[in-house]
């Protein structure tokens, strides 16, 4: 399966604020779109990404006011991203090997979409399931 596949189902839905707005404008964005990570765009180009994880160990941990301090100057720079015909296992080890939860999804410098870890969890689970209705079908003689 591939990460535009994941999208399809999911759809490309694509939530963005820019740098200078203040930490606890974009945390209260997140919270009404009920995601877990905004991107950072302006001018049509990727900035950065903003998480929950920046937030709490940015902000949070240093006692830091969130209407304060402005996007900028706690998102994440250089964003890992992927492109809509990677598959599944490429983008399971990056969220493994560079500790991110969110990948961007590109076509050269345009924004498709974003998936998170529990997009390709499910996208994965899904794959196994009709791994396991297959072989059962298989193994009982019975055609799928």
């Known amino acids: 399966m591939t990460v535009n596949q994941i999208l399809s189902r999911k759809g490309n ?5 820019v740098s200078t707005i203040t ?3 974009a945390i209260k964005t997140m919270g009404e779109k009920n995601i877990g990570a905004i991107l950072v765009i302006e001018d049509g180009i990727l900035k950065g990404v903003m998480s929950e994880r920046d937030y709490a160990r940015k902000i949070v941990l240093k006692d830091k006011a969130s209407k304060d301090t ?14 809509p015909t990677d598959n599944l296992d ?6 493994t090997t560079r500790r991110v939860r969110h990948l961007p999804v ?3 410098d ?11 969890v499910m ?9 396991i209705e ?11």
């Open 23 to 25: 930490v606890y404008e």
């Open 13 to 17: 839905a694509v939530y963005s604020v």
């Open 110 to 120: 345009l924004v498709l979409g974003i998936i998170s870890i529990g997009d390709v």
């Open 106 to 108: 590109m076509d050269e």
């Open 70 to 83: 402005l996007v900028k100057e706690i998102m994440e720079e250089k964003v890992i991203t992927v492109k």
């Open 90 to 95: 490429y983008c399971m080890e990056l969220m």
């Open 134 to 144: 297959h072989l059962d079908s298989y193994i009982s003689g019975s055609k799928a």
């Open 123 to 131: 996208a994965i689970i899904e794959l196994q399931k009709n791994t």
